[in-house]
DNA sequence: AGCAGCTACTTGAACGCTCAACAAATCCGC
DNA sequence: GCGGATTTGTTGAGCGTTCAAGTAGCTGCT
């Protein structure tokens, strides 16, 4: 049972500033999407992941991997869109176990509609109150941030 | 009605990296401390709070507020915490519509308990990953957002 | 003093996420 | 190919968050 290692003043600043920050950026993205597009952040996300691919369509487990989300919740998420008409499932041609993603019509035009209100969201919450250095910081810290965490969750199962 | 003004390459990448790095560290922060805790992160940081006041005790007000967290929230968060015996209730002396969280001393152990995994967890996922610079950048940039945030939701209400 | 409007907090329903358990198909070693 | 381990995806229960509505107490205006 070694010593734990404290967090630095410093460390601790920074930690509990990224967490209110996190908390309010988030928040104020999800709220308004949900205010003026009635979806959650989340569902969003999907559907600009299926939207960016060749034929609308991405495997469940590719779609779960890009967005670093777990299968259930993927499953469930893509439950709701369906009853709302905007994804639809298809069987994998190559694999029996597989399901597909579609996104349909009306998915689209769905993204489409929430996507100019969003953007300005993003903006008005995140890129206008950083200068551009910061944003290439934010940038490099995140990606390095990201390929750690995902490289431990990889080794860790 | 005014043309959106898109994200630039630049942008996207930084905040997709963002979301993907931002969702993967609270997620191992948050299953860690459900795992070998009990208590999800929310809950964590309530009872930090609570043991960083003198005497160990905050108006739900003050408390929501410095959480960056909704009062509705706080308070079905406050009753799961009494069931546990962590934290009680306390009518405010000044204010009868007030109402005080104070701290047990179950609760105070409960915290000292996690709290040793718990900072492990953020060291390992969050500071193990970036070099001093970084952290400075991180701390900054984190800072800047949250006063940005903190601001903004003050003139919408 | 009285009353309108605000603040503080709670409640319940709807919804999304987590976790564990499960079914089905594929893979791999023999 | 046979059979166990692994991969893929789903399901349901339990929990936490949100949103809208509601209660109670305070504040300020007249």
Redesign the pocket.
Known sequence: MSETRWLSPDEQKAWRAYLNAHRLLL?AV??QL??DSG??H??YEILVRLSDTPDRAL??????DGLR????????????LEERGWVR?ED?P???????AVLTDEGFAALAAAAPGHVEAVRGALFDALDPEQVQWLGAISQTLADHLASRERRTG
Chains 1, 2 share one sequence.
């Open positions: 928040d999800d709220a949900r205010r979806m959650p989340a569902y495997r469940m487990s590719v779609l779960a989300v777990s299968a259930s919740r993927l499953s469930h998420a893509i439950a709701r499932r994998c190559t694999d029996k176990r597989g399901q597909l």
